[in-house]
Nanobody, 121 residues
């Protein structure tokens, strides 16, 4: 069982930056693919980024967002730069027992509660 707790969300102006963190419980953190997803009101949950040894990004965030992990701290991060109003959503951290980063949310086994990111224009 893995428990995930996100932090770092907030309100930021367009063009600004935020860094999300996700702290995980458990001793096998390094064996999981870690992902970030987001969901805006009235929209489906969408893939943002994922990482195990390598990273994968949605086209909409490539070049602006960076996912990283610190296995010693059981934490995964999402550095978000050049934020746009369309990035406004609740951001979720998730853990998957797959071998390589995957983009489909049903492939993730554990989820955090989410953290709100609001980008004003």
């Amino acid at each position: 069982q893995v428990q995930l707790v996100e932090s770092g969300g907030g309100l930021v102006q367009a063009g600004g930056s935020l860094r999300l963190s996700c702290a995980a419980s458990g001793r096998t953190f390094s064996s999981y693919v870690m992902g970030w997803f987001r969901q805006a009101p009235g929209k489906e949950r969408e893939f943002v980024a994922a990482i195990r040894w390598s990273a994968d990004y949605a086209d909409s965030v490539k070049g602006r967002f960076t996912i990283s992990r610190d296995n010693a701290k059981n934490t995964v991060y999402l550095q978000m730069n050049s934020l746009k109003p369309e990035d406004t959503a609740t951001y979720y951290c998730a853990a998957s027992e797959t071998f390589v980063p995957v983009r489909s949310w049903p492939d993730y086994d554990y989820w955090g509660q989410g953290t709100q990111v609001t980008v004003s224009s």
